[in-house]
């Protein structure tokens, strides 16, 4: 069967991290037509939008989309081209598994977790009062009204949502996802104790969705300070995590770290049906069009990518090639060697090519 998969090269380190996955995907033998499509700094050039409407009807028709990392240029008013993609096509779930390789810098051996953070809500819904502006002072009087709390008159005002929706989605996705790829505990991370509304419902909401899974998935409930600890202290008693929006990028970094970094962590935002698979770093510019960056993380969210098209040989084989490659630590990038200045150190392509030869 051949895929028809939209392609995002970005910007930055992004086209020369996506053309070395497109190769590696490619050499597992799947059949792939890609469509390219723009977003960012090159959409902005050639379109005078930062992400034209064909490159998201692209998306929706091909259903799936390996996409580089995009600049969030400093100053324009927009939030994010990444965050736009995510919310215009509601892609609710984010995945990053942070999974110990061999030969990876670490203070930590054997890490396998998942992180699944809703992606649609929380802090991150964009729903903020400046402080000073006429409508921040009419919010803020309503707010104390009702609540019978004082706020400082030079406050700003972020709004949290958390809806029984959205959490259910997440909550389903979460129990789904571990069912079908065998993780055997999902933790659910909040701080309840506080924030009763929203963590609270959020809590509340899931632990009617594990109940459908009893006896089949283990469940369990921490607090997102303990959870911050507990991690760092013994990562091993964890499997499958599931956060609202805030709690789940700070603790996705945090486990990324655990596993050796941002060269390896890849990552996924999935909704109904629709799915982008893109590494969890970013375009740093500073290493653009140097041949030098890890592609890694790129080719390992194109494995999540497989996987989600149920080609599980070519994922497995895949995955492999970059294990081998890594652990004998010879054609690897200057990040992955055990002196960043080792002269040994190969470039992007070069890293490439060796995870080719090992297919
Ligand atoms: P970054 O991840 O781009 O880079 C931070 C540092 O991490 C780099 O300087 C480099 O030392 C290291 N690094 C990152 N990727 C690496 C790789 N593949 N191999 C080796 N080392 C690597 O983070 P930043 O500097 O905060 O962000 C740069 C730009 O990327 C910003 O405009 C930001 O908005 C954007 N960004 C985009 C995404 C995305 O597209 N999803 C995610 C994060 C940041």
């Known amino acids: 069967m051949k895929h028809k998969i939209t392609l995002i090269p970005g910007d930055g380190i992004g086209p020369e991290v996506v053309e070395a996955a497109r190769r590696c995907i490619e050499a597992t033998g799947v059949k792939i037509d890609w ?84 992606n649609s809500e929380d802090l991150y819904a964009g729903i903020e009062f400046e402080e000073g502006k006429p409508e921040t002072k009419e919010l803020t009087v309503q707010i104390e009204k009702f609540s019978k709390k004082k706020i400082r008159p030079d406050s700003g005002i972020s709004i949290k949502p958390i809806s029984k929706f959205a959490t259910e989605r997440i909550a389903r996705f979460a129990f789904e996802y571990a069912k079908n790829f065998g993780r055997r505990k999902v933790t659910v991370v909040t701080k309840a104790n506080i924030m009763k509304f929203t963590d609270g419902l959020f809590l509340a909401t899931v632990r009617e ?34 956060l609202p929006n805030l709690y789940g990028d700070i603790l996705s970094d945090l486990c990324a770290g655990l596993a050796g970094g941002l060269g390896i962590a890849p990552g996924a935002n999935i909704g109904d049906g629709l799915a982008v698979f893109e590494a969890v770093h970013g375009s740093a510019p500073k290493y653009k069009g140097l041949n030098k960056v890890n592609p890694t993380a790129m080719i390992l969210s194109g494995v999540l990518m497989l996987r989600y098209l149920n080609e599980e040989e070519a994922a497995a084989k895949l995955e492999n090639a970059v294990r081998k490659v890594i652990a004998e630590g010879k054609s690897v990038t200057y990040d992955l060697k055990a002196d960043p200045k080792d002269p040994s150190a190969v470039g992007t392509r070069e890293m490439a090519s060796a995870i080719i030869l090992h297919l």
């Open 35 to 118: 469509e390219e499509a723009l977003a960012g700094q090159d959409a902005m050039d050639k379109f005078g939008d930062l992400l034209p409407a064909e490159t998201l009807e692209s998306i929706k028709r091909n259903k799936v989309c390996l996409k580089g990392p995009i600049s969030t240029p400093i100053g324009t008013g927009f939030r994010s081209v990444n965050v736009a993609i995510r919310h215009a096509l509601d892609l609710y779930a984010c995945l990053r598994p942070a999974k110990s390789y061999v030969g990876v810098k670490s203070y930590y051996k054997d890490i396998d977790l998942v992180v699944v953070r809703e």
């Open 209 to 242: 969705v594990a109940k459908k899974y009893e006896g089949r998935i283990a469940f369990e409930e921490a607090l997102v300070d303990n959870m911050a600890m507990q991690l760092v202290q013994k990562p091993h008693n964890y499997d499958l995590l599931l």
